[in-house]
């Protein structure tokens, strides 16, 4: 089965710093990563995905890239603000009505 | 995205009892809900997916006479712990997939905590 690990697992970085999360997996099969912020308490919010077919995709300041080839990609979070703070997973599937599998998650915490 | 409601946000229970999770669909209909569990600081864990008018499919390691999942309509699916003990205190979240898209989203949430 699929196997996704991802790196670190606490990050904590200087208010208006970028900050970045790193994913592998190991099914070629899969093709759809996602990345979910989860704030204490509350269920995981998709914030941004990518499907296998592009190799980089932006939204504002959160950005994704994959690599294929090395099976691996990574969450980019530019001017990290305080809100910013939560945990962070990544996530790969083989899409529509497939398992999920998630990474075991990074705890940001921006200072201010 | 999709709006998923889960209801209570937090339940506290004594051993024994039985606890009903409920997760709504509001702005679509799901043929797919799948139930995750989460344990304080660790990721997420598939219990079981539940198909609309059929019987759920559990994960390895879950007992489903223990978990009884009922997906009865398009936009509900309820989970109940059944008998619940202190081990089965946890965080459940609930989640759906759009139709023909493969984004999953989830509910906010139940903190369970049995005495």
């Known amino acids: 089965g699929e196997n996704v690990e991802q790196h670190p697992s606490t990050l904590s970085v200087q208010e208006g710093d970028s900050a970045v999360i790193k994913c592998t997996y190991s099914d070629s099969a899969s093709n759809y990563f996602p990345w979910y912020k989860q704030e204490l308490g509350k269920g995981p919010q998709l914030i941004i995905d990518?499907?296998?077919?592009?190799g980089e995709k932006k939204d504002q300041r959160i950005a994704v890239t994959l690599n294929k080839t090395a099976k691996h990609f990574s969450l980019h979070i530019t001017e990290t603000q305080p809100e910013d703070s939560a945990v962070y997973f990544c996530?790969?599937?083989?899409?529509?009505?497939?398992?999920?599998?998630f990474g075991s998650g990074t705890k940001l915490n921006v200072k201010p | 995205g999709a709006v998923v409601s889960q209801h209570p946000s937090w339940v506290i229970c004594k051993s024994g009892t039985s606890v009903k999770i409920e997760c709504r669909s509001l702005?679509?209909?799901?043929?797919?809900m799948f139930w995750y569990r989460q344990f304080p600081k660790q990721s997420l864990m598939l219990m079981a997916t539940?198909?609309?008018?059929?019987?759920?499919?559990?994960e390895q390691g879950v007992e489903k006479d223990k978990f009884l999942i009922n997906h009865a309509s398009l936009t509900l699916s309820t989970l109940t712990v059944t008998s619940a003990h202190p081990e089965d205190s946890s965080f459940y979240i609930c989640?759906?997939?759009?139709?023909?898209?493969?984004?999953?989203?989830f509910g906010s949430g139940t903190q369970l905590s049995v005495l």
């Open positions: 990518i499907r296998s077919n592009v």
């Open positions: 996530a790969a599937s083989q899409g529509n009505f497939n398992k999920f599998y």
């Open positions: 702005d679509f209909q799901a043929t797919t």
């Open positions: 989640s759906v997939q759009t139709g023909g898209s493969e984004k999953l989203f």
């Open positions: 539940s198909n609309e008018g059929s019987k759920a499919t559990y």
